[in-house]
């Protein structure tokens, strides 16, 4: 009797052995994929061939508007390259902010590029509506929400914070600037009391 039990459990779960076995060698491939997918930054990639190698940008806050300055310093030939096709790159520059400012629900005036052949650089300068979210109190979302850190990976002074670092393989510095003394939490921005 016990040896037929041991038939009938043997041909009831014959198949199970092999598809343990290989399921027992495969699980720990399939956790750490899913470990490691988990783990990875949207948006983080290393640059394409063509990328400013430094930016700098600094946000002035005036009431209801931000005056956005974003200076891109770029290599001779890549630079080169943009003097070539200056409208061209003025338009890309322009749609592309206009449109991630959009999904954001904020908007640009008073748009302007420059081309600062000595120094090798563009100067993308506009003012944005729509992130003063009550009195003197600002979101900074827009400014934030593709990269791996916010407003606390930020040096701050009383009136200013300071990002220094690399943002997708670019040498980043970021400055906002208040007309007062502030406090924060992760993307904003309101007078300390």
């Known amino acids: 009797m016990l040896s037929y039990s041991r038939k009938v459990n043997r041909n009831r779960y014959s198949a199970a052995p092999g598809f343990k076995s290989r399921w027992f060698s495969v699980t720990p491939l399939v956790i750490t994929l899913m470990i490691l997918s988990g783990c990875t930054q949207p948006g983080i990639v290393p640059p394409p061939t ?15 508007i931000l005056h956005y300055q974003r ?5 001779g030939e890549e630079f080169s390259k943009i003097l070539e096709s200056k409208k061209e790159f003025e338009s890309e520059e322009v749609d592309s902010f206009e449109n991630n400012l959009e999904s954001y629900n904020k908007d640009i005036v008073n748009v302007e590029v420059k081309f600062d052949e000595a120094g090798e650089s ?11 979210y009550s009195a ?47 406090a924060h939490c992760h993307e904003h921005v309101w007078p300390e009391e």
């Open 50 to 64: 063509g990328r400013e190698a430094e930016q700098i940008i600094e946000i002035k806050t005036e009431a209801e």
């Open 136 to 182: 003197n109190s600002y979101d900074f979302h827009w400014l934030l929400g593709d990269l791996p850190f916010d407003l606390y990976q930020f040096k701050r002074s009383e009136k200013e914070l300071y990002y220094e670092g690399d943002v997708n393989g670019v040498t980043t510095e970021i400055r906002l600037i208040f007309p007062y003394t502030i």
């Open 71 to 75: 200076q891109s310093l770029w290599g």
């Open 122 to 132: 563009t100067i993308f300068k506009c003012d944005i509506r729509g992130a003063m």
